[in-house]
């Protein structure tokens, strides 16, 4: 039986860079001071596995040899990289964790889950989590191991390590991870190139760029407010780091596809829609996310009033705009934005309604989204 891991590690500060004949001494190979790569070798023998992939040694690393070589090879690897990761459930078995550092026993203390380095704030480690994953380095009074009431761990700590478990974020703190990992959205018919020059909003774009039509849907959504840096209808690579975005459930279809003309340099979208005026929503009040406002529509039996809600903290004035109805929750949602001329839709942000009745006086519309 072919069997293959990913050996997944935190980024540890304090480590030291050893020549290996593994890679033939092609590039130094960044560890733990305190790592033991026999003994990772034997932990990962007692798995019963036969071939590893740890990226160090497969990678060409920085300060090597041949660096006008890595810079070439990089562009090719890392997006071949993504597509092993996507393969991964096909193909491979297990996806082992060192949570503290790469052989290391794992420790857990505070601070560590919001510090740059930690494995739950990084995108490319996030594509690991896509399948079974053991977390290595337990021990018996680790963090693994304690013990849970009704939900709950003896510290708070504790519970967040064991929520970001299940909910990793998407943090950086380096170039090349945000363009390695498809743990954000995740789901691309080819990876772009990675050029190491590029800005993390330029590789962001071009990871935008290669994603299918549904997965592009959610961003188009995901974020109550319009995108800060070029185009307006999704989020930017600052917004996805800074921003707080709406809930979505990965197993309930999204009804809504954002297609891209490469020729052209576009994005458009089929859209069922519906132009109204939106009111009770401009002002931001108290602690309260939840904003109820109105929607309201000129029909040919008169004027039909339905609530609405903005489930965030973002301020959308009172104004006639036109709404795209789009499930991409466990809610009815519709993004809000501006129709302009020549079929074009700038979006400002996101409400929600449960008024079935809406949906009866959308039309179907092409937009080209700005």
Known sequence: MFTKIERSTSFASHTITVWMPINSYEWPVPIP???????????????????????????????????????????????????????????????????????????????????????????????????EMEIAGGTPDGPLHAECKDGKYETELLTKFHEARQYAGSGVDEPSGQDRGTGIYGVFPWIPAYYESASLEDAWTALVHSMFGQPRAELFMSCPEPGDRGPKWRLSWNQVMTKPLLPYETDVPVAQYVDRDETVDEDWCDAECIDGFVRGLA?????????????????????????????????????????????????????????????????????????????????KRRYTLI
């Open 283 to 363: 002002v931001v009040e108290g602690g309260d996310i939840d904003r109820d406002g109105e929607f309201i529509v000129e029909c040919d039996n008169g004027i039909k009033r339905f609530e609405i809600t903005a489930a965030h903290t973002y301020p959308i004035p009172e104004s006639t705009y036109t709404l795209i109805y789009c499930v991409c929750c466990a809610f009815p949602a519709y993004i809000v934005g501006r129709s302009l001329p020549g079929g074009r839709f700038e979006k400002v942000s996101v409400v929600e309604t449960f008024h079935e009745e809406l949906k009866c006086f959308t039309e």
């Open 33 to 131: 001071k305190d790592a033991d790569l026999n003994l990772i070798r034997i932990k990962m023998l007692n798995l019963g596995l036969e071939y590893t992939w740890l990226d160090v040694l497969c990678l060409r690393q920085v300060d090597g040899r041949r660096e006008d070589l890595r810079i070439e090879e990089w562009k090719l690897d890392v997006p071949t990289i993504g597509r092993v990761y996507q393969a991964a459930e096909e193909y491979f078995n297990l996806s082992v964790c060192y949570l503290s550092g790469l052989g290391r026993p794992l420790t857990l203390k505070e601070g560590d889950l919001e510090s740059d380095r930690s494995w739950f704030r990084r995108a490319w480690t996030q594509q690991e989590a896509a399948w």
